[in-house]
């Protein structure tokens, strides 16, 4: 399988979850969206990883000034969508509640098994393998400034927090099915890791 294709399928794989997770388990619009914020934790979380690792390979000064600073927006970023998107849904709903909704995303039971026990640590295991076989075994942190790794989510970050600062200011204006978010969504960042992850072999 070429590179090209490999990403294809990662992507598509990535996108079959939670789409699985709403015709098969029963998924709604906040359970998909608290799935891609998990996501994006774990994302941010790996970056620093990353970050670390390359200071500590090059004892560059600038470069950890420069890799806590994008980290830092990155945060933020992180902070003000999430901040967003819990407001978006009970300005639809008027009786939607996010620790109700919250608490049926960990406890869901399928097959006796609850969802939260093991999807979260499925989720974090697939971060750490990616981590370790596409950045610590070909030892990306020799090749590469610390800015390759911590600019992403910087420009992922002050894109969704773009996006979902304008749907929830649409959001007062016009009421948006479930459905427009949750397919809106997944659509979205399936484009978008499409079009960034090609981006890499062109």
């Known amino acids: 399988m070429t590179p090209k294709r490999a990403v294809l399928f990662q992507t598509l794989i990535e996108a079959l979850l939670p789409i699985l997770g709403y015709f098969y ?51 933020l970023c992180i902070l003000s969508t999430s901040l967003a998107v819990f407001y978006i849904l009970p300005n639809i709903h008027a009786s939607f509640s996010w620790t109700e909704r919250i608490w049926a995303f960990l406890s869901y039971s399928d097959m006796g098994i609850q969802q939260g026990f093991i999807l979260i640590p499925l989720m974090v295991l697939s971060g750490y393998v990616t981590y370790k076989q596409q950045f610590l075994l070909p030892q990306l942190f020799r090749k590469y400034p610390v800015n ?17 600062g304008l749907i929830l200011l649409v959001s007062y204006f016009v009421n948006f099915p479930d459905e427009v978010l949750l397919f809106g969504t997944v659509l979205g960042v399936v484009i978008y890791r499409l079009a960034n992850r090609s981006a890499l072999f062109s």
Request: glycine share 2%; hydrophobic share 55%; aromatic share 20%.
């Open 148 to 164: 390759y790794f911590t600019r992403e989510p910087v420009k992922q970050g002050l894109l969704l927090s773009l996006v979902f």
């Open 25 to 75: 388990w029963k998924w709604d619009a906040s359970f998909i969206l608290l799935f891609y914020l998990i996501d994006w934790i774990l994302f941010w979380v790996l970056t620093v990883f990353k970050a670390r690792k390359r200071i500590q390979f090059s004892g560059n000064v600038p470069e950890k000034q420069l890799a806590s600073k994008q980290l830092i927006i990155a945060f």
